[in-house]
């Protein structure tokens, strides 16, 4: 069901600051600038560049809260700067959320597909019940 | 330099039990059980399936402590369980530290590669200059 690592979620506190840090030190770029209004979040993707042997493009995530009342803004009260998430890609969204709910041992946060990073069709699972991980899955949008 | 995310790595109380988990709940079996004694750690790799678009394995790990007075034992006191670290793929670790280091911008946790999961060459940066975020460079085993 899971096919691969879409992308790390990573909470910062300055978009701009996290951004320019990931440029000088390891040369990511952004590929995609977003606000998502309905997650409270102003968002970069920075894609991976994939090796030959792999030819797949992998995200860091880099998410500024739009408020400290939002789900980002308080992570970063209690927890401070850091991981946020682990997003993984599947083939629909939706079959997996009704395989995953069937099983009875996640609370899904999302019983319905939203809208994510550039496109993508996306659900939470809830990080209670998955070992204190906050797990989305990610369909990305279609070529 | 970064080439895609190798895998998020997750401390947990209880390889067995998180082993278990995300069998029940992804399908996600166990491609490799090691102890790292160096680390501290028990782990499992856990291969996700490659979509044909994305030929590529990538993987979540479980980290259990083999003691309290390990860096998993003592992030699990202050943090309980969740995702630990992040490891990006590089085709030459060395060089990537050494590159990574010119910048004088990050301290290096491993001034010198030593041995990961699965016979891969690892270096941890340090999470105090990367916004909180354990950061782990993988030069995986060659085939």
């Known amino acids: 069901m899971l096919q691969h690592i879409d992308h790390v979620g ?3 506190r300055s978009l701009d600051v996290a951004i320019e840090r990931y440029g000088a030190l390891f040369g990511v770029t952004v590929t995609s600038l977003e606000v998502n209004e309905a997650q409270g979040v102003r968002e970069a993707m920075l894609a991976l560049t994939p090796g030959q042997a792999a030819p797949l493009a992998t995200y860091i995530q880099l998410l500024e809260p739009l408020a400290d009342d939002t789900p980002v803004g308080k992570f970063l009260a209690k927890r401070g700067e850091g991981i946020h998430h682990i997003g993984y890609a599947v083939a629909n969204v939706t079959e997996a959320l ?3 709910g069937e099983t009875g041992r996640v609370r899904l ?13 996306i659900a939470f699972l809830h990080p209670g019940d998955l070992g204190g991980v906050l797990t989305e899955l990610v369909e990305p949008k279609a070529e």
Do not use: E
């Open 109 to 121: 946060i999302d019983s319905k597909p939203r809208h994510g990073s550039m496109g993508a069709s």
């Open 98 to 100: 009704a395989t995953i």
């Open 10 to 12: 990573i909470a910062c």
